[in-house]
């Protein structure tokens, strides 16, 4: 597995992406998305991501014990979401609390709109 490093999303600059069904992205539009898809496309950032979506927030003590992986290795699955512009996180005490980003989703699934026939 790479240990490159995915940059940090500019929320912002997603928006410009019309959906790839109705033109192609050109180079920069498809760098600006595409860490977005890539922390997705680890099959424990997946699940990761499904557990958050499913609740208003979560606490990292209740995602840990839901995979056979050391807390530092979860950490570092949940730091690449948050890199990638799709979770926020909120330190409180002792627990970091994470939350769904959904303009992230909103832009995500405007970029794979298709559109109807």
């Known amino acids: 597995m790479s240990k490159q490093a995915l940059p940090v999303v500019d929320l912002h600059a997603v928006a410009c992406c019309p959906p790839i069904a109705a033109r192609p992205l050109d180079a920069d539009q498809a760098a600006v998305v595409?860490?977005?898809?890539?922390?997705?496309g680890d099959p424990v950032r997946l699940r990761l991501m499904?557990?958050?979506?499913?609740?208003?927030?979560?606490?990292?003590?209740?995602?840990t014990p839901a995979f056979d992986l050391s807390g530092p290795t979860v950490s570092h699955h949940l730091k690449v979401l948050r890199d990638a512009g799709l979770v926020d996180s909120e330190r409180r005490g002792t627990w970091v609390w994470y939350r769904v980003r959904p303009e992230a989703f909103r832009r995500l699934g405007a970029l794979l709109e298709i559109g109807h026939s």
């Open 34 to 40: 595409a860490p977005m898809f890539k922390a997705l």
């Open 50 to 63: 499904s557990m958050i979506a499913s609740v208003p927030e979560i606490c990292v003590c209740d995602l």
